[in-house]
């Protein structure tokens, strides 16, 4: 026999139900409690004030953010802008006019860099080469002009001339080291293009060691460039390249017409040494022999049939000098000088460096097969043929 007792089951239902109902409105109280502390202490529970406390922690016990910021430009410009002038000149220019010529004066602007606290200035030859008038203005306003400007000489060959203006209190600008250089380092050009005063423009150094051609004739270059994307226009010729720093690495040179970006500065140890020699003679001295010479490449070589593995050909003698005095011939072929052999133009230059004006240098020829020796006395290599020869 089953019994069943409904009573007893549906009075046990109920109870559970009550006490869950009860239970869940003590955890709800007792969630409320530790999370805002109500109502005891309204505001922040247990739990809030653990999980800020955590929070803080993880914070504390964080790497510090590293901010990586550009170079300061604007100190460059604070630290060496007050030494780079505007150098404005006049020259007179002759112009053939029909059947006539006239004569008239033209205004040529530049720019510079106060390097000596008495008052020397780098800039370049091209700038003042043909002036008649040189007068210079620095960024706080003061003008010299007259007698309180003197150009104490230039440089045609490596386009560096020296000024000397007459101030007290002048504005100095630092110089670097161009040996140091690397490609990438930031560059900083400071100058007056176009005749907006001191404007300043920045990039990178693009290449080190550049070439610029400056005769194709006689095959003279300019050596050992520093090539900036940092805009460079007319104007800016003769003004300071700076690194980070505010240090002066180069003096800006020459452009490439056509291009954009591409700019070439000389470097600034080799700007310091050259005017070193102008500050005290007022020139370069450079030996001279005369002559003008061309690499026998293998191919020419080969074609010619010329019995050599290298040398300079001799492509060219300019009348009455060392070269022709001592009997060199155009077609002859420099194979040795000073005891040296001569394989390249490089060769030629290197032996060059350690001669002095006045020594008499013994040289070995190839002519027509055959060998033969000359002794050529040394000179100076005359200040008119290096204007001719750079002639802008």
């Known amino acids: 026999m089953r019994h069943v007792y409904y009573g007893s089951r549906g009075r046990s239902f109920f109870s559970y139900l009550i006490v869950g109902l009860i239970g869940a409105l003590l955890g709800s109280a007792i969630l409320l409690w530790l999370l805002t502390g109500y109502p005891f202490d309204g505001g922040e529970g247990i739990l809030i004030k653990l999980l800020q406390e955590d929070l803080k922690n993880n914070e504390e016990e964080s790497p510090p953010q590293i901010i990586v910021k550009g170079p300061d430009i604007v100190s460059v410009v604070e630290k060496a802008g007050p030494a780079v002038v505007m150098i404005t000149t006049t020259e007179r220019r002759t112009i053939d006019f029909f059947f006539d010529t006239v004569v008239e004066q033209v205004q040529g602007l530049g720019s510079g860099v106060i390097f000596d606290e008495r008052g020397y200035i780098l800039t370049n030859n091209h700038v003042v080469a043909e002036a008649i008038a040189i007068a210079v203005v620095l960024p706080d306003g003061r003008e ?44 900083v050009a400071i100058g007056n293009p176009y005749g907006l005063d001191h404007t300043v423009t920045s990039g990178i150094i693009s290449a080190l060691g550049r070439p610029l051609l400056m005769n194709e004739e006689y095959g003279i270059i300019l050596r050992d460039l520093i090539q900036t994307d940092a805009p460079i226009n007319p104007g800016n010729s003769g003004g300071p390249l700076l690194n980070d720093r505010a240090e002066v690495i180069g003096i800006n040179t020459a452009i490439i017409g056509g291009a954009q970006s591409i700019g070439f500065a000389l470097p600034i140890n080799k700007a310091e040494d050259i005017a070193g020699e102008i500050m005290e003679r007022g020139r370069v001295v450079r030996p001279w022999l005369g002559l003008v010479g061309v690499e026998l490449t293998q191919e020419i070589l080969r074609e ?64 027509d097969g055959q060998e033969m020796e000359t002794t050529v006395k040394v000179h100076e290599m005359p200040f008119s043929l290096m204007d001719a020869l750079t002639k802008q």
Do not use: W
Request: net charge negative; glycine share 14%; no cysteine.
């Open 144 to 187: 010299f002009a007259g007698d309180d400007v003197q150009l104490v000489g230039r440089d045609p060959l490596t386009d560096l001339a020296v000024l000397k203006i007459t101030g007290e209190d002048l504005p100095v600008a630092v110089l670097g080291d161009s040996d140091a250089l690397s490609v990438g380092e930031v560059a």
């Open 304 to 367: 010619g049939k010329i019995p050599l593995t290298g040398g300079v050909g001799v492509k060219e003698v300019l009348p009455e000098s060392p070269a022709d005095k001592g009997g060199i011939q155009p077609g002859d072929i420099i194979i040795a000088m000073a005891g040296k052999t001569i394989g390249s133009i490089d060769d030629l230059k290197e032996v060059l460096k350690d001669i002095n004006v006045g020594d008499e240098i013994h040289i070995l020829l190839l002519r």
